[in-house]
């Protein structure tokens, strides 16, 4: 079965860090670029960051440049996402989402979605 | 970036309706085009990729379309567990990989 499992989330206060994780399991991790997607409470879905199958192609939302890191260890079967300098507007559930393709392009497309970790920045 | 305006941002419909949701793109995306459903407490679904090619597993009365810029998204008779969120998804940009505001189906 293919799967994402997301942890990490949970109470973080507005200028301090949290450490998101995902393990995937049941397909070749490898050969996939992989994604963070987020939804506010009451919000539509907004992407956060995406890297490449190789960690290159690092992207970001201009929302979360400078303060959010992605990294993946392909060892592993995992992708991270370092959270710093906390906003309350990052107040979200965040998804790892798995594409289609090996690296963020015109051709991605997200055909797998973790549980999400519901995240809350506040003091 | 790349924006996406989705229409509606909701609608009302009835069990065998037919329905169409709007994606328009401020810029030619050349048919990168995404389609998910989003059922709440539920992780969103691939339905339609590239503007008109249907997901693995997903049932044949989704269908999506393109003219230009308007991207559509079309639920020929709606079952009861069509009641979702839809969002829309360019990707011939990136980064960012916009989404659509979103247009949620409601039972009327």
């Known amino acids: 079965e293919v799967k994402l499992v997301e942890s990490g989330g949970g109470l973080g206060q507005p200028g301090r860090s949290l450490r998101l994780s995902c393990v995937a399991s049941?397909?070749?991790?490898?050969?996939?670029?992989m994604h963070w997607v987020r939804q506010a409470p009451g919000k539509g879905l907004e992407w956060v960051s995406g890297?490449?199958?190789?960690?290159?192609?690092?992207g970001y939302a201009d929302s979360v440049k400078g303060r959010f890191t992605i990294s993946r260890d392909n060892a592993k079967n995992s992708l991270y996402l370092q959270m710093n300098s906390l906003r309350p507007e990052d107040t979200a559930f965040y998804y790892c989402?798995?594409?289609?393709?090996?690296?963020?392009?015109?051709?991605?497309?997200?055909?797998?979605w973790g549980q999400g970790t519901i995240v809350t920045v506040s003091s | 970036d790349i924006q996406m305006t989705q229409s509606p941002s909701s609608l009302s419909a009835s069990i065998g309706d037919r329905i169409t949701i709007t994606c328009r793109a401020s810029?030619?995306?050349?048919?990168?085009l995404n389609w998910y459903q989003h059922k709440p407490g539920k992780a969103p679904k691939l339905l339609i990729y590239?503007?008109?090619r249907l997901q693995r597993g997903v049932p044949s009365r989704f269908s999506g379309s393109a003219s230009g810029t308007d991207f559509t998204l079309t639920i020929n008779s709606l079952q009861p567990e069509d009641f979702a969120s839809y969002y829309c998804?360019?990707?011939?940009?990136?980064?960012?990989?916009?989404f659509g505001g979103g247009t949620k189906v409601e039972i009327k």
């Open positions: 890297i490449g199958w190789n960690s290159g192609d690092i």
């Open positions: 810029q030619t995306i050349s048919g990168f």
């Open positions: 590239a503007a008109s």
């Open positions: 049941g397909f070749t991790f490898d050969d996939h670029a």
């Open positions: 998804q360019q990707s011939s940009s990136t980064p960012p990989l916009t």
């Open positions: 989402v798995k594409d289609i393709n090996g690296y963020p392009s015109p051709r991605s497309a997200f055909d797998i």
